[in-house]
């Protein structure tokens, strides 16, 4: 196995009947595949910091009392009549 390991790895007596059956399942896994089951990757979530993310604000189409889609007025350039936002 290629994975770096940081802690004595354990012996096929001290293990559980869960790790000996992932032990097996592992080598299998690169026997036929050729790479490792789990490969290592950093941890997500609760031992790193999520980047904050920019929510976009939700639009809809805008619509008339009788349910039929808005149209822009093209004589405001500035807003568009046709879509409003829908900020929760």
Do not use: C, H, Q
Not at 18 to 44: A, M, N, Y
Not at 49 to 78: C, E, F, I, M
Request: aromatic share 12%; net charge positive.
């Amino acid at each position: 196995m290629s994975r770096k390991k940081y802690f004595r790895e354990k012996s096929w007596n001290e293990k559980t009947e869960l790790e000996r059956f992932e032990t097996i399942v592992d080598e299998f896994w690169e026997l036929v595949f050729g790479t490792p089951r789990r490969p290592e990757k950093k941890f997500e979530g609760m031992m790193t910091k999520a980047k904050p993310t920019k929510a976009k604000p939700k639009r809809k189409r805008a619509r008339k009392k009788d349910g039929t889609y808005k149209g822009d007025d093209k004589s405001t350039p500035d807003v568009n009549e046709a879509w409003e936002s829908n900020d929760e």
